[in-house]
C-alpha cells in the first residue's frame, strides 16, 4: 500500500482536516523524493513505500500521546522520522518539535520541509551528545527512530529526562536483548507496545529514566 489509506487509521488525533493533512504529507513526500537524489534521507528499497514504511510508522505514536504533551524533542531525524509527520499532523496545535540531526544536508531538508509545510519546527544540526542540556527544556516526549542501541541512547536521553518526560522509541525485533544491555545500568520503566507496522518491532515507552549507581 503506498498512498493515503495508510495513514487513515490515524486521523481521529490530527489537528486539522483530513484533508489538509495528507496534502502536506504529499508536499513532504514530493520534498523527499527530490531531496533524495542529493542526501540518502531513506534506504532507496523504502523510497516507493513512504505511506507505510515511514508515514504510518510515525504515525503511530499518536495514539500514545496524552493531553498536555506540547514539546517533543526527536534524537537523529534523518529524513525526519517519526517526528515531521507527527508536526504535520499535529500542526495547529501548541506542539512544538525540536529535531536533532547532525548531518548538515539532513539538517538543511529538514528546515526546508519546515518552513515550506509551515511547521512549528527547529532543527539543531548537532550530535545528541553535543547538545547543552542547560540550554534546552526538557521535554515531554523524546523520540527517535534507527538512531542507536538501547545502552547508548539511554547515555543520550538522560540529560533531557526530568520526571514528566517520555520516550517513545520505535525498536525492532532486537529489542529484548538491548533493553537487557541497558538495565545493567540504567534503571528505567518499560512499557511495550507492538508496532502497527513492523512485525516483531515495537514502540518502547521509556519513563524514569536514571543511572543505576555503583557504590
Ligand atoms: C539511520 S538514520 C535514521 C533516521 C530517521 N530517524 C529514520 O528513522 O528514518 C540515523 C540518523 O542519525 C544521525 N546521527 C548519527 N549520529 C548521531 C548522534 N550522535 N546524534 C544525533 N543524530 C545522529 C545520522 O546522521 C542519521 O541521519
Redesign the pocket.
Known sequence: MNDATAVDRYASHFVRPVDAVIADLESYAQLLRKWQAVQN???RETLNQVWTR?FA??LQLLSLLRDGDSSFM??????????LPLAIALKGGPQRFLL????GR?ASFLRTVARELGLAVTVLA?????IDSRETPAPDIIT?????AMP?LCE?MEPFFVSKTRALL?KGREYVEELAESGAHWHHDVVMVPSNTDPGGVILEITNLRRISVR
Open positions: 534521507l531513506v534506504s515511514h510508522d510515525s526527536d534524537l537523529g531525524s534523518g529524513g525526519g522520522f517519526p517526528a536533532v540531526e547532525p548531518n539532513k548537532q550530535r545528541s551528545d553535543e527517535s527512530r534507527a538512531l542507536a547508548l543520550w520505535h
